[in-house]
């Protein structure tokens, strides 16, 4: 049983530029979150689908949007990059009342 | 954003001691949950807290809910190098997951010496 994968492992970006990543969450899990934990803190909330839907959402900036497929496989796009938005960035999946299984991340530099 | 104020930010310690870290929170949460993350890797779940007062054990790894839902705890007896990571506390207002998610804390970074 595989657990939450993301896509791809690291990414080199410029500033302006757009991204996407992607996440596939665990077997049975319909729920994906996704953080984003810079260098020496604990990961931040940005957003969460169920559904197909943004249920929740964290402090973050309408540059950061999301989607969740039919399979509940979720992505994340982030635009006009900035170089603050370099980070790790990761997906959490879960059953929708159950605890979050985390993925490896994706490392992404902006320079 | 908000975060848990954690503590300590490191430890340096010899094979064989015992750790302890703790985190606290100007709110009260209905559920505590301590995780290791270790690098290059997403944080990895160890122990999750739903009643103030709890006392759980995952092998070495104790954690407690505090009475008065402020704040948690997290021991490790006997450390061996493999427990070399950054620990992370997070609380949730919820009693289950659904719309409430959790806020973590800043990690204490453990380095056991052989």
């Known amino acids: 049983d595989a657990g939450v994968t993301q896509s791809p492992t690291h990414l080199i970006k410029t500033r302006g530029q757009q991204v996407t990543l992607r996440c596939s969450p665990k077997?049975?899990?319909?729920?994906v979150s996704w953080y984003q934990q810079a260098l020496g803190q604990g990961p931040q909330f940005i957003f969460q689908?169920?559904?197909?839907?943004?249920?929740q959402r964290g402090n973050f900036p309408d540059r950061f949007s999301g989607h969740q497929f039919p399979n509940y496989s979720s992505e994340l796009n982030v635009n006009a990059l900035l170089l603050g938005d370099s980070a790790l960035y990761l997906c959490?999946?879960?059953?929708?009342?159950?605890?979050?299984?985390f993925g490896p991340g994706t490392r992404l530099t902006v320079l | 954003g908000q975060q848990l104020n954690q503590s300590p930010q490191s430890m340096f310690i010899q094979e064989g001691e015992d750790v302890s870290m703790n985190c606290t929170s100007s709110?009260?949460?209905?559920?505590w949950l301590w995780y290791k993350q270790d690098p290059g890797e997403g944080p990895v779940l160890l122990i999750a807290l739903y009643k103030a007062g709890e006392l759980t054990s995952n092998g070495r790894l104790t954690a407690q809910f505090g009475i008065t839902r402020k704040d948690s705890f997290l021991n490790i007896s006997a450390s061996i190098p493999s427990d070399v990571g950054i620990y992370f506390c997070a609380g949730r207002r919820g009693a289950s997951g659904g719309s409430y998610i959790p806020t973590f804390g800043r990690g204490t970074s453990l380095i056991v010496h052989p």
């Open positions: 689908y169920y559904e197909e839907e943004e249920r």
């Open positions: 959490a999946s879960s059953p929708w009342d159950g605890e979050q299984f």
């Open positions: 077997s049975g899990h319909d729920t």
């Open positions: 709110s009260i949460f209905n559920t």
